[in-house]
């Protein structure tokens, strides 16, 4: 699930490289700009700087892993789709090299970067799940499966960030028992009573 890094994008494509060979903290500006052949002032004229790029490339990350998700999703009910979704999204996550460079050596960088979107990454990405829940037939007010699939969003985000706990969703059938038992019945019951 590798973005599709087009050829007539050199700094993504040495972005990636460099995030992926070296981790996000050593990878700097100079040796991304070096790598897609050309000046540091080119780069500037593109990106703020290596968290922009970073973010960019996250986002196309994150546009194709919803596409994913939503070929998964398809033709299921909502309360299963939440089941799917949520099992072959931590799934996912794991198969994809600067994810994983990320999750394993700096996993408090999954933070810093949500703080510098200044949570719309969290706002945009959860739009994504209300209208993936919506095609598959959730009927709560638009503001409750906002509310409940950024609920769902910040859960998964979670046990991807910092997979190590009490609650274990390591493999597909942990994590669709936990998907289950307690993410499914938030669209199913109707996102719970609302006082």
């Known amino acids: 699930m590798k973005p599709e890094v087009r050829d007539d994008d050199p700094l993504f494509a040495a972005a990636l490289v460099e995030f992926e060979r070296y981790g996000i903290r050593r990878a700097n500006v100079d040796d991304i700009a070096k790598r897609a052949g050309v000046s540091r002032s080119t780069f500037y004229r593109h990106f703020t700087g290596k968290d922009d790029i970073l973010n960019q490339l996250v986002m196309r990350y994150v546009d194709q892993f919803f596409g994913a998700l939503q070929a998964t999703v398809t033709g299921l ?9 949520f099992v072959a ?4 996550v794991r198969q994809v090299p600067l994810f994983v460079s990320i999750l394993e050596s700096e996993p408090d960088l999954m933070v810093r970067m949500n703080a510098v979107a200044e949570g719309t990454a969290i706002v945009d990405i959860s739009a994504k799940v209300a209208s993936t829940l919506r095609q598959a037939g959730a009927t709560l ?14 859960i998964a985000i979670s046990f991807i960030a910092f997979p190590n706990g009490g ?15 307690y993410l499914a019945p938030l669209i199913d019951n109707g996102g719970g009573n609302h006082h």
Do not use: K
């Open 141 to 154: 007010s638009d503001e409750r499966l906002r509310e409940v699939s950024e609920l769902l969003l910040r």
């Open 167 to 181: 609650i274990d969703v390591a493999s597909d059938g942990q994590a669709r028992r936990f998907a289950e038992d």
């Open 89 to 92: 999204g931590i799934s996912l």
């Open 77 to 85: 009910g909502p309360g299963e789709a939440i089941i799917q979704a």
